[in-house]
């Protein structure tokens, strides 16, 4: 069935607001004191949006956004290396968490665990490469019990929006 013009219009409007509160709760979240003093740790606010994004949207409007957001969040609030390991993180995460949703076997709680933990495998991954040395991988249990404490949060905050805004996932 083909789309019409007003609702394309109206999902790049959406696409359009759910990418800018993306990047507000970037902003937000490289404004905020660390509450836990470990390097590297935060909440990803922004990812709350990028699983609602996968959940209503489906999986290529939550890779443009999380992708664009990786993008220019890296240019407005980080750098180079910044980006490189945003990047690395996001792309192993969204790639679970499609295929998760895929199975349609898993909650936005579920999902969002197994984002927020190979988010930080990705960014490992990517340590690895820049520094040269599988020596950063005795940060690893450190990173999978925040990775599944932030996941877990995150997630309950996209099924949140999802049940009050009635949506089911695709």
Excluded: W
Excluded at 114 to 133: D, F, K, R, Y
Aim: proline share 4%.
């Amino acid at each position: 069935m083909k789309k019409t013009e007003s609702e394309k219009l109206r999902r790049m409007t959406a696409l359009s607001l759910l990418f800018a509160l993306a990047m507000i709760l970037s902003f937000v979240e490289s404004r905020l004191p660390t509450f836990i003093p470990i390097p590297g740790v935060k909440l990803g606010l922004c990812n709350a949006v990028v699983i609602f994004t996968l959940l209503r949207l489906g999986a290529p409007s939550a890779i443009a956004v999380s992708l664009l957001r990786v993008l220019l969040s890296s240019i407005l609030f980080g750098n180079a290396a910044a980006f490189l390991y945003s990047l690395a993180g996001a792309a192993l995460s969204l790639f679970g968490m499609i295929l998760l949703k895929k199975t349609r076997l898993f909650s936005p709680v579920g999902i969002s665990v197994t984002g927020g933990v190979l988010h930080n495998i990705g960014q490992l991954l990517m340590a690895m490469l820049v520094l040269g040395t599988a020596g950063v991988l005795y940060y690893l249990p450190v990173l999978l019990i925040a990775g599944t404490v932030a996941g877990a949060l995150i997630g309950l905050c996209a099924a949140y929006l999802c049940k009050r805004l009635d949506l089911k996932n695709k």
